[in-house]
């Protein structure tokens, strides 16, 4: 499982991220290391189709579904909905629910 956290330096919501998607790891009993990557230029963000920090992609999706088809890239904090509430850092369920999506189809694959 290839697990990537893409954020920019001083993002409030980049250590936290990392440790919910950490703890969700650890629950879910996923051996899988992060890779965190600093998007610190417009060409990164091109590359990366950067929404917003911080972002998280698993196997090169992110773990929105809704998000997957914008085209909205920029150096920006990300807002997600967390049950009506706008926050800084993806919700945990919303994590788990990817990280166990993951889990599922590399399990069926072989």
Known sequence: MNIELLYFEGCPGHEP?????KDVLQEEKVEASVKSV???SDDLVKS?????????RIDG??????????????????IYDDDGVPSG???KNMIRQAVR?????HSSRG
């Open 38 to 40: 600093n998007v610190n």
């Open 101 to 105: 999506g993951a889990k599922e189809n």
């Open 17 to 21: 991220t990392l440790n919910v998607l």
């Open 48 to 56: 990366y189709r950067f929404l917003g920090s911080p972002s998280i």
């Open 61 to 78: 999706m992110d773990i929105e579904k809704e998000a997957r088809s914008t085209n909205d890239f920029g150096q920006k904090c990300r």
């Open 89 to 91: 850092i993806p919700p």
